[in-house]
């Protein structure tokens, strides 16, 4: 059966809910991933990502000893990406010096304790289906928790456009400005820890990173500002995520790792053409030096 | 260029904030026997020094002399251990909406996608949110033309030499028409073409704004200069602040160009500060 008539076959739901949940994070990955990638935030939001593991064994754990019964492993998932995202903040403003082995220590501890609760916990849980998604487990709570974010990330970037852009370009000059730099950042981080938890569902927690930074990146080489950025990298992403789907249907794949090699073979591409087109930019220069 | 000129004039003349006098003239920065230190290491100790509204003044010293610490104190970016600070008649950080600021080494990412009117569009921002509007873009203009960098308005800021990228940042200083604009280190690493573009437009805002320049060169400055304020070790202590005397020089004297003339500093002739109205010796 090929990938549209999976879509269009009422009695494969999961597969319509993997191709919406595909759209509805483009929006996230595009406008939060651009935001990522020029303030070169990839590392918090890497460490928060995998720390989210924490949360979900503990949530598991809890759920399955009758200790919090039903606890649902995204409310664990969520209470760690914000334990997570407010501790990475602190230390980034108050012991810069130090951010680097916290952010480390954070992102390895976290998923330890995955680890080891998964492990405790009754019965079967499978780690793998968290690290790398599965589209099998995405809910129609989930799409709306997608959308609901999306239109909430989309409005917040459109609203405070101007300070998010000079805050990522020119930090010091923002504050001569009035803006709180440091509350952009701590909220920026914060609506990363958030959308980690809810992406994550579709391309598991060790992707979700790529997939905030693989389409802003190539978008970054085409699009002339911030705002440009934010749209490509979401279209681009629209496109990597269906195009993954469709690909990982056909040939029996993990749709997670298919999604984000598409994504990484495009950006190593984009990469490669932009170095070719510079050395080629820096010869002619070399050979007609200008006056000035 | 006559346009944003005359909106900077009149943002002048119609300034809200009614500023501190010191010897009759009112002041545009005051500080008061200013401390400061990172940790145990004192930078600056009882500093006192005032700049007149409209004056152009340079600070000068040499690097780890406390230059940059009185510029973050003045930006509100930093607070005094002791002492006090007026900025146009208030506390620093209340006096951000009046103040353009051009930084040294502006934070650059060289990948960030962003034109140059964009950037000179920052110099519109407001602290509290809200987005740009006709009226950011009419000033945006203006200070592309006052800064001479017009003709870069669409270009990707990651395009442009050094000396153009240090005037497009005067034009994103010039944008919110400041009553005081503050430069550091405006001339390093400029090639002399765009030095003159440079002190051609601080020349026009001569005595319209208030503008301090400062900049390591102890011996000579801008002939556009009225006020030499020297920072340094003083009677064994750090960062002290005094005022120079400064005589105009022969023509390719001085190494820089500073777009035109220059004024050799004295720095055996101090002005009392009750005494500071005017050029030196």
């Known amino acids: 059966m090929s990938f549209l008539a999976a879509v269009l076959d009422p009695s494969l739901p999961f597969v319509r809910n993997a191709l919406l949940a595909g759209i509805l994070s483009s929006v996230l990955f595009g406008v939060l991933g651009s935001v990522v990638t020029v303030k070169r935030i990839a590392g918090l939001a890497g460490a928060i990502s995998h720390a989210v593991l924490g949360g979900i064994g503990l949530a598991l754990f809890l759920a399955a000893k009758g200790l919090a019964p039903g606890l649902p492993p995204i409310a664990g998932a969520l209470a760690f990406a914000v334990l997570s995202a407010g501790l990475i903040g602190v230390v980034s403003l108050k012991a810069k010096q130090r951010e680097d082995t916290v952010i480390n220590a954070i992102w390895a501890v976290g998923m330890s304790i995955g680890v080891l609760f998964i492990a405790k916990t009754p019965g079967y849980a499978d780690p793998m289906s968290y690290l790398f998604g599965n589209i099998l487990l995405i809910s129609g709570r989930d799409l709306i928790l997608m959308a609901v974010l999306s239109v909430l990330v989309v409005a917040g970037a459109w609203r405070f456009y101007p300070q998010i852009e000079a805050s990522a370009f020119d930090e010091e000059f923002a504050r001569t400005r009035g803006v709180r730099t440091d509350a952009v950042f701590l909220v920026t981080l914060a609506v990363v820890a958030v959308s980690v938890v809810v992406l994550q569902t579709f391309v598991g927690i060790v992707m979700v990173i790529a997939m905030l930074t693989l389409p802003s990146g190539t978008a970054g080489f085409a699009a002339r500002n911030l705002r440009g950025m934010m749209i490509l990298a979401s279209l681009l992403s629209a496109l990597f995520s269906v195009g993954g789907l469709a690909l990982s249907w056909e040939t029996d794949l993990p749709s997670g790792a298919v999604v984000v090699v598409l994504s990484g073979a495009v950006f190593l591409g984009a990469s490669g053409l932009r170095m070719l087109a510079g050395g080629r930019r820096s010869r002619q220069k070399t050979a007609r030096p200008s006056g000035k | ?281």
């Open chain 2, 1 to 281: 260029m006559g346009d944003g000129m005359k909106e900077s004039k009149d943002r002048v003349e119609a300034g809200p904030t009614p500023s501190t006098h010191v010897h009759g003239r009112p002041t545009a920065v005051r500080f008061d026997r200013v401390s400061f230190a990172y940790g145990i290491d004192p930078v600056l100790a009882d500093v006192s020094f005032h700049i007149h509204e409209g004056e152009f003044a340079a600070l000068i010293g040499p690097n780890g002399s406390g230059k940059t610490t009185i510029l973050r104190l003045l930006l509100g970016l930093a607070a005094p251990s002791s002492g006090s600070i007026e900025v146009l008649g208030a506390p620093p950080h209340t006096a951000l909406e009046s103040l353009g600021y051009v930084p040294q080494n502006a934070a650059y990412d060289p990948a960030f996608p962003i034109s140059v009117a964009e950037v000179v569009r920052m110099g519109r921002l407001r602290g509290g949110g809200g987005r740009y509007g006709p009226e950011d873009r009419r000033a945006v203009d203006a200070a592309l033309a006052q800064a001479d960098v017009t003709e870069l308005r669409d270009r990707p800021y990651s395009a442009l030499s050094g000396g153009q990228r240090r005037r497009v940042l005067v034009a994103r200083a010039l944008a919110s028409n400041p009553r005081l604009l503050v430069l550091d280190e405006p001339t390093a690493n400029m090639d002399a073409e765009s030095e003159a573009r440079l002190f051609r437009a601080l020349g026009e805002l001569k005595g319209k704004a208030t503008v301090l320049v400062v900049t390591h060169d102890t011996l000579f400055v801008s002939d556009l200069t009225d006020a030499v304020l020297c920072v340094g070790e003083r009677d064994g202590r750090p960062g002290s602040v005094v005022r120079h005397a400064s005589v105009p020089v022969a023509h390719g004297l001085a190494p820089g160009t500073f777009g035109g003339g220059a004024l050799q500093v004295l720095h055996d002739t101090e002005i009392p500060p009750e005494d500071c109205c005017g050029k030196g010796a």
